[in-house]
């Protein structure tokens, strides 16, 4: 975890020595979708709803194109992850925006391999220069890592 972290912030800084960069706050509620398996009835989904909180850099390389890493600390009811996303953001529009990219994962608790890498997809509308609306979708490649859909807000700072 400490060898992912130091990576994931010496990539911050070195993109960030030339290129116009943001910093902000995010947050939200996510609903969670597991598979259970019951004996002999099947696959039936179960959800679960959550919150969601952390920061995030807005890294602007060309007109249209960002890097957008992100830190999340994610609570659901039976366990709680660190999240850290590394966008490719692509500005539709002025006011919305496509992201996507792997994200790394640390739980804390319920899985005994602890990190996971997972896919995610995000849409954002700004409502205002600093304020967005997001909404993403995360893909759990492993058989018990969840797929997650999110809707918050982002504030730049």
Do not use: W
Request: aromatic share 18%; with cysteine.
């Amino acid at each position: 975890m400490k060898k992912a972290l130091l990576l994931f912030v010496l990539i911050c800084y070195a993109v960030t020595a030339h290129a116009q960069t943001d910093f902000g706050i995010k947050g939200g509620l996510n609903v969670t979708f597991y598979k259970v398996t019951e004996g002999d009835f099947g696959t039936n989904p179960s959800e679960e709803i959550g919150a969601y909180g952390g920061v995030f850099f807005d890294i602007e390389f060309e007109d249209k194109l960002h890097l957008q890493p992100e830190l999340l600390y994610i609570h659901i009811r039976d366990f709680q992850f660190l999240n850290a996303p590394i966008y490719l953001e692509y500005d539709v529009s002025r006011d919305f925006h496509i992201l996507i990219g792997p994200s790394l994962n640390y739980f804390f608790d319920f899985f005994s391999n602890k990190f996971k890498v997972r896919a995610d997809l995000s849409l954002a509308y700004n409502l205002s220069t600093n304020l967005d609306l997001h909404m993403k979708y995360t893909i759990g490649f492993q058989e018990l890592a969840p797929n997650i859909l999110f809707f918050g807000l982002g504030y730049k700072l």
